[in-house]
C-alpha cells in the first residue's frame, strides 16, 4: 500500500494534472490517517485554491456549524479526511464552478481510502459526490438528503453548505431541524470515542 506523501507525488506527477503542476498548484486535500470522518466534496474552489486551505470560505464556515466543530477541530485535530471529487479548482462555469473532472475520483479515492483505516463516517456532499459513492440511488439531491437513514451508518449526504443554497435551505427547513441534529450527534459520538 502506498503512502499518502506518495499518492500525492504521483497525483501531481500525472499528466491529467499538468497544467496545475506548471503553475505550482498542489493537490487540495487532507488524508490524515487517523482521520475517522470522510468529507467529499465537488472541488477546492478559487479561494481554497488560492490560501491553500480547503473549505475556508463562508461555505466552510456553514459546514462547520453543521458539524459543531471549530475551525481548530476541523483543520488541525486530524480526525478529518477532505477527500473531494476533484483536488483542483475546475473554473467558473455559468451558474458556479465547473464540475469536478470525470475519472479523477475513481483514479485517486480508492488509493487514498486504502490508506485511512479509521473512517467510520463519510459526508457526501452535492451531487457529484452522492452520484459516485451512491451509483445505485437514483434519486436527486433533495430527496437522497430527506432519506440520509438509508445511507447510514457508513455515508451521510448533505446539500452543499453554500451560501448559494440559501433559498434551498429555507424551502427545505427539515434539514436544518432534522439533519443537521443527527449530524451532529453522529460527528459528537465519533470524535469522543
Not at 507525488?9 to 488524508?31: M, V
Not at 481548530?72 to 477532505?82: G, K, P, Q, R
Amino acid at each position: 500500500m502506498q503512502t499518502i506523501n506518495q499518492i500525492k507525488s504521483a497525483i501531481i506527477a500525472d499528466p491529467q494534472n499538468k497544467s496545475f503542476t506548471e503553475r505550482h498548484i498542489e493537490p487540495l486535500f487532507a488524508a490524515p490517517s487517523t482521520a475517522r470522518i470522510n468529507i467529499v466534496g465537488q472541488a477546492p474552489g478559487v479561494k481554497a485554491e488560492q490560501t491553500r486551505l480547503y473549505w475556508n470560505d463562508q461555505s466552510g464556515d456553514r459546514l462547520r456549524e453543521w458539524l459543531d466543530v471549530d475551525r481548530d477541530t476541523f483543520y488541525n485535530s486530524e480526525l478529518f479526511a477532505v477527500i473531494p471529487m476533484d483536488f483542483y479548482y475546475p473554473g467558473k462555469g455559468k451558474s458556479g464552478d465547473l464540475p469536478p473532472r470525470k475519472g479523477f475520483a475513481e483514479k485517486w479515492h480508492p488509493q487514498i481510502l486504502a490508506a485511512l483505516p479509521n473512517i467510520r463516517l463519510t459526508l457526501l456532499i452535492g451531487q457529484y459526490a452522492q452520484k459516485y459513492y451512491l451509483p445505485q440511488n437514483t434519486l436527486n439531491v433533495t430527496e437522497t438528503v430527506k432519506n440520509y437513514r438509508e445511507f447510514l451508518p457508513h455515508f451521510l449526504p448533505l446539500v452543499h453548505p453554500s451560501p448559494r443554497n440559501q433559498l434551498w435551505l429555507k424551502k427545505n427547513l427539515w434539514f436544518e431541524q432534522e439533519v443537521v441534529p443527527t449530524l451532529q450527534q453522529l460527528v459528537k459520538t465519533i470524535l469522543s470515542h
